[in-house]
């Protein structure tokens, strides 16, 4: 499912209107009906209710104006509260604002803070808010007069009611512009855009109803997002249901390159997902003081001892063996609890460079490529990388902080400059690839902040690949079949509190489930 940014909606509007020949006052009247329905769907009480439609002069405060109408044709008490003048609202919208008078809904006119101040008490008694105030075009922060508004509206705790976006949210990002309105449902138009499904984006969006107002299809194809929705269709179509006569020795052997003193559950969970996901045969390489221990937590998985450090962690000089133990394997997976020594860092450079198998790289992986990002531009197989935040702030020096404001952005500008697929993890994980198309994950709870969450996701992912998926159909269906057990625990047992190991356990029942819907 297309997710569009405010620029690619704005050309599918242009389009259609210009080339396809459908007159813009037909897009808004599909829209102001569209979410009218939504309107009373959401709220069955809306009778009951005074509604305030809160408008701006532009085509959202147009859409507003639409809605008003079929509210009082339905001889609900709805009143515009219009943060302009009329003689300002110029188009479509002022065509539609127009068609109010006949039917003698209230336009209120509050242009300036001045006569917001002046009708405050009309303000005050309205149940329910439509907000109409600002579009998908907004891109700074809101200040002044739209900012009491909004602020205002917010403090009223009445059901907010948002047209297309809500006002003040960035509607490519999903960060609110300095403030925002909360709604509790959004009617979009044609296609929900990237805004709504980001957080926090999601949460001022509430529930996201998308109102289908005429675009014809071949011109969203032709304006081609690059953002899309995983959605249940999608990672169905890429499963791949195994053949009854199958055996262990096609479904791949991976090799998992893990682990160092006190982080030994890493390696174990890494590896044991790697099985869980449907890998045939799983090696684990660890440094050799810890096999022992390792041979206890991995019953079903092999290990094999590397060289190790003074200090316990893998050696350079490990690289050979490695190597020849790929030479059988169909999928390598470095980083998690190795460690940042310099002996590792070296280690996992050479291996970048010169694995012959496709790389699946998270954790201290990513981290011992901090300032030396380039070498993956070196490595001549596929690579996957699953940073959270921190780690991608580190690999491409900038602040997590910075990486949250526009994750999109981050992800794909780093998987096309490098060539790799990008997993960057957190809530609605993105997946960039290295041709610019980005997916944006739905699914995943807050009971997944806790520790071992992506050694799981990086066995499934490599356990995938290591059966033969590309390593575009294992990024999206490890990270979506991770969520969705997830997302089980969280309605079957508690909404935190599970283990990443039950998370890992109830990994193949989320693929049961794609196999029977397939």
């Known amino acids: 499912m297309y997710l569009v940014t405010a620029q690619e909606m704005q050309a599918m509007d242009r389009q259609s209107i210009e080339s396809f020949g459908i007159p813009g006052r037909v897009l808004m009247e599909n829209a102001g009906r569209g979410a009218t329905q939504v309107l009373f769907e959401q709220f069955p009480d809306l009778g009951q209710k005074r509604i305030g439609i809160v408008a701006g002069r532009g085509n959202n405060g147009g859409d507003g104006f639409v809605i008003a109408r079929y509210l009082a044709h339905k001889k609900l008490k709805v009143t515009v509260f219009l943060l302009a003048a009329q003689k300002d609202v110029k188009g479509d919208a002022a065509a539609n604002l127009k068609l109010l008078k006949p039917l003698a809904v209230p336009v209120i006119e509050m242009p300036q803070k001045s006569g917001f101040s002046k009708y405050k008490s009309d303000l005050v008694h309205q149940g329910l808010w439509v907000d109409a105030i600002l579009g998908t075009g907004l891109n700074s922060d809101v200040k002044g007069y739209f900012k009491d508004v909004i602020e205002f509206i917010n403090r009223s705790h009445k059901p907010v009611f948002s047209v297309d976006v809500p006002s003040g949210l960035n509607s490519d990002t999903g960060q609110p512009c300095g403030v925002c309105i909360k709604s509790q449902v959004t009617a979009t138009f044609a296609y929900a855009k990237t805004g709504h499904v980001l957080f926090p984006g999601a949460v001022y969006t509430g529930r996201l109803e998308i109102i289908d107002i005429g ?95 003074l200090d316990g962690t893998l050696d350079e000089t490990g690289f050979d063996q490695i190597m020849n133990l790929l030479s059988d394997k169909k999928c390598l997976a470095i980083g998690p609890g190795i460690g940042q020594t310099q002996e590792t860092k070296n280690l996992v450079h050479r291996l970048v460079q010169q694995t012959r198998v ?70 609605r994980t993105v997946i960039a690839h290295p041709d610019g198309r980005v997916f944006v994950n739905p699914t995943g709870n807050s009971g997944m902040a806790s520790g071992g969450m992506g050694d799981v996701l990086t066995g499934v992912i490599a356990g995938l690949v290591t059966q033969g998926y590309s390593p575009e159909s294992a990024a999206h269906i490890g990270v979506y079949v991770h969520g969705a057990a997830a997302d089980t625990l969280a309605k079957n047992f508690a909404p935190f509190g599970y283990l990443a190991t039950e998370v890992m356990n109830a990994i193949p029942s989320q693929i049961k489930d794609l196999a029977q819907n397939r």
Request: with cysteine.
């Open 358 to 427: 496709p790389l699946v790289m998270d954790a201290d992986g990513i981290n011992n490529l901090a300032g030396k990002a380039h070498i993956l531009k070196k490595c001549n197989v596929p690579i996957i990388l699953t940073p959270h935040p921190g780690e991608m702030a580190r690999l491409v020096n900038t602040t997590a902080r910075e990486v949250q404001e526009d994750r999109i952005s981050c992800a794909r500008n780093f998987a096309t400059e490098y060539n790799v697929h990008l997993v960057l993890k957190g809530a």
């Open 215 to 309: 675009i014809p299809p071949h011109i969203a194809d032709a304006v081609g997002p690059r953002q899309y929705l995983l959605t249940p269709e999608l990672i169905h179509s890429a499963y791949n249901p195994r053949q009854p006569d199958i055996h262990k020795g096609a479904t791949g052997h991976l090799l998992v390159v893990s682990g160092s003193p006190g982080k030994t559950g890493a390696a174990a969970m890494t590896a044991m997902s790697a099985v869980r996901a449907g890998a045939g045969l799983v090696t684990l390489g660890i440094p050799k003081s810890l096999n022992s221990i390792l041979e206890t937590q991995v019953i079903e998985a092999m290990t094999w001892p590397l060289p190790e450090t």
